[in-house]
């Protein structure tokens, strides 16, 4: 069972890893990814081009209630690189209470989904 902060950082650090070991762990692990940026930058329109490590978004400037209403007028396009798509994807992390039930939902829902070595995960936080 995921219960603790630290056990959810940990266990998001892991399937960060398990994610990223091969190309094929790519493209199976491609929503997880966006997923996660799309939290740690507040961007959508997410592109991730694994071949030539860089990603395209648009970042949202105005984090109003408009926002979570779909009705999104602020954007401003990105496009950036990574060396290390596993450093990247854990500097996008919000070490912050309030997040930690989605990284949960997605430990659950990617480690169930694809039986990563936290196959047998249970959200309780």
């Not at 094929?24 to 071949?51: P, Q, R």
């Not at 949202?60 to 954007?75: A, M, R, V």
């Amino acid at each position: 069972m995921i219960n603790s902060k630290i056990e959810v950082l940990w266990n998001l650090d892991n399937l960060i890893s398990t994610s990223c070991k091969s190309k094929e762990a790519y493209l199976e692990f491609s929503e997880f990814h966006i997923a996660l940026i799309k939290m740690g930058f507040c961007a959508c329109d997410i592109v991730l081009d694994y071949e030539r490590n860089r990603i395209q978004m648009n970042l949202t400037l105005d984090q109003s209630d408009e926002i979570t209403k779909g009705k999104i007028e602020s954007l401003m396009p990105m496009n950036m690189g990574f060396k290390n798509l596993a450093t990247f994807l854990r500097s996008c992390i919000i070490d912050d209470e309030t997040k930690m039930l989605y990284y949960a939902t997605l430990i659950v829902k990617y480690s169930n989904a694809f039986k990563s070595p936290l196959q047998s995960l249970q959200l309780k936080y």
